[in-house]
């Protein structure tokens, strides 16, 4: 399947009942649920959560209402899924051990300081899917997938205002939930504008 | 005081945001796979075909589960009603204590104690009860005093007998020849009973009964 064949028109075929097509459609999206799954879940966990993303999505293809990208609608899926394994009692009484650092983090000067960083980064992520449906899908379609707010109305069938509202109330309780954490603590890097620009509320 | 409320709460605002946003640089240790949905359909393909089987199996499983039900059902109830289960029971002869010829047992003979189910309740003691006077409550609503009194008991038969394996000869009419087949001899010995008050629930002792040669089959 084509790489610029129109998303939409690979919806309507995997509504047909061609798997092919959906599966083109996930490959296209497969960095962002890979990483959605990957902060919140270790090991061979991961693997499972994501094609029991896809799965749900392959099962729920009927009810996506072409308003928001696909992407969108994918991810919100798969932070779902990360949620609930985070509720499971798999994932309270099975503890794996962490992930063996990349080659890349090998590599650098301060391995420790980056694990650190990437510990810290999982920290916040699982703080944001272990947040109430409402506030978690805004703030993780907006700050980490970089999805505007117009969008992600759409998605949730609600106005402008009250995703942004609902991302507010969000940010008061991850203010709590992450108390401990200091923002200095993580060399929160310079962004380019444009990075930001998604972010702006 | 409501601006240094104000000011502190945007503060608290920038560090989650920065917080945030310095999470979104997160990357994966492992990148996805290749194939990865269609692995995923596959699986998915795979789990609704074995549902299926599982369907299939389950209906067979259920199935087999009834017929062992009822085939347990039915040997509990035959073995209620029957006391010897052997195939063959021969008709006791009527034993003077004297002359009762001894069949040679082939196997030494065993005490049995068999105790039938409880029988239903006798028929009901009835007897006219219109001399008796009328309780309290029957007389304070003007009602007529009880015509009768009963009373329920349950009787309990208890009997004791010998089973003596034995041959049985039975002639072959038509080829002329005599067959030997296993039978059991029931000869009862001794029989007694208990009665049972439904309202005191206690039994009396066991009452002997007259010799009665009884065969079960």
Known sequence: ???????????HRALAGEEAAFAALCTRSQARLWRTVAS???????????????????????????????AAWLCRIALNVAHDYQRSGWRRRVRFWQETPDAQVEQTEHPEHLLAQREMQRRVRQAVAALPVRQRVPIWLHYFEEFTLAEIARLECTAESTARSRLQAGL??????????????????????????GCQI | ????????????????????????????ARSAPDGLAARA?????AVRCAHGR???????????????????????????????THPNVVQAPHIEHQSAPEPIPSQPSKMVVSER??????????????????????????????????????VREVRAGVLIPTWMAVPDAEQETVHLRPAVLNIPLQAGESICLAASRERTDVKTLENREETVK
């Open chain 2, 41 to 45: 359909l596959a699986r998915h393909s």
């Open chain 2, 1 to 28: 005081m409501k601006r240094i409320t104000r000011r502190a709460e945007a503060e608290e605002r920038e560090r989650i945001e920065a917080l945030l946003r310095a999470a979104a640089d997160y990357a994966p």
């Open chain 1, 40 to 70: 919140v879940a270790y090991g061979p966990d991961v693997d499972d959560l994501a094609q029991e993303a896809i799965v749900r999505a392959y099962c729920a293809l009927r009810t996506y209402r072409f308003e928001a990208p696909f």
């Open chain 2, 117 to 154: 189910p409880e029988r239903p309740q006798r028929k009901p003691d009835v007897r006219i009860a219109a001399h008796l006077p009328a309780p309290a409550s029957h007389r304070r609503h003007g009602l007529r005093a009880p015509k009768a009194l009963w009373r329920v008991e349950t």
């Open chain 1, 172 to 197: 008061r309780r991850l203010s709590f939930s992450l108390e401990d954490l200091r923002a200095g603590s993580l060399e929160a890097r310079e962004r380019t504008p444009s990075e930001v620009k």
């Open chain 2, 54 to 84: 599982r369907g299939r199996h389950a209906v067979l499983v259920g199935g087999a589960a009834l017929v062992l039900l009822a085939l347990a059902l039915r040997a509990h109830w035959g073995r209620r009603e029957t006391v010897v």
């Open chain 1, 1 to 11: 399947l084509s790489e610029l064949e129109p998303e939409i028109e690979l919806v």
